[in-house]
């Protein structure tokens, strides 16, 4: 790996930090050749701070490291994407992220479907939503749904009609992210399951 720690004149480079299962981003430090090296060779990760004029270990005084999976370098070779595990809260405040934000596992759009899903749930008798209505007719009714749409997926599945399949498909999951919330889970919970069978 090439890395021009020259580029700038104080021989540092950016090095942003994501968790490698969340793919959120996590602080931004700096690193020089030193920081770079030590990294690789503790498998800890370190940068060059620029306050104490020093190498220093994230979590060397806290116990919060970034444990290192992966070093990727930038197309003008002047930038780190380093992903880690991270041992407890990154930021020194506490919080998960420097951006105060929360290390969460999302998933784009079905993301904010489960939001919303939630949302009639809690507010299932003041809604006069579809999902709301499954939400009160009970378990049975929701896990029911979910059997029929399978049903439809695979029939559909057997024939040439892709946008009969591809709508059908989006039918299931999206009664299933009801389904899953209904018994008190999400899509995070279903793949710390995969994760661990993995």
């Excluded at 998933?107 to 507010?123: A, C, P, Q, Y």
């Excluded at 049903?151 to 059908?168: G, M, R, T, Y």
Aim: charge should be negative.
């Amino acid at each position: 790996m090439e890395i021009d720690f020259n580029k700038n004149s104080d021989g540092l480079i950016p090095a942003i930090i994501q968790d490698a299962n969340t793919k959120n981003v996590l602080m931004l430090g700096y690193m020089n050749k030193e920081a770079f090296q030590r990294t690789e060779e503790t498998k800890k990760v370190t940068f060059f701070s620029r306050t104490k004029q020093r190498l220093w270990t994230k979590g060397e005084e806290s116990g919060n490291f970034l444990d290192l999976v992966d070093i990727k370098n930038d197309c003008d070779n002047d930038t780190l994407l380093i992903s880690v595990n991270p041992v407890g809260p990154t930021c020194h405040t506490g919080s998960d992220t420097c951006w105060n934000a929360k290390n969460e596992q999302e998933f784009g759009f079905l993301t904010e479907l489960e939001k919303v899903i939630s949302n009639r749930k809690e507010n299932q008798n003041d809604s006069k939503s579809y999902v709301a209505s499954l939400f009160r007719s009970g378990i049975n009714k929701v896990a029911q749904k979910v059997g029929e749409e399978a049903v439809e997926v695979v029939i559909e599945a057997k024939d040439n009609d892709d946008d009969l399949f591809l709508n059908e498909s989006a039918d299931l999951l999206f009664h299933y992210l009801i389904l899953l919330q209904a018994k008190g889970f999400k899509l995070n919970d279903i793949v710390k399951v995969l994760e661990q069978r993995h």
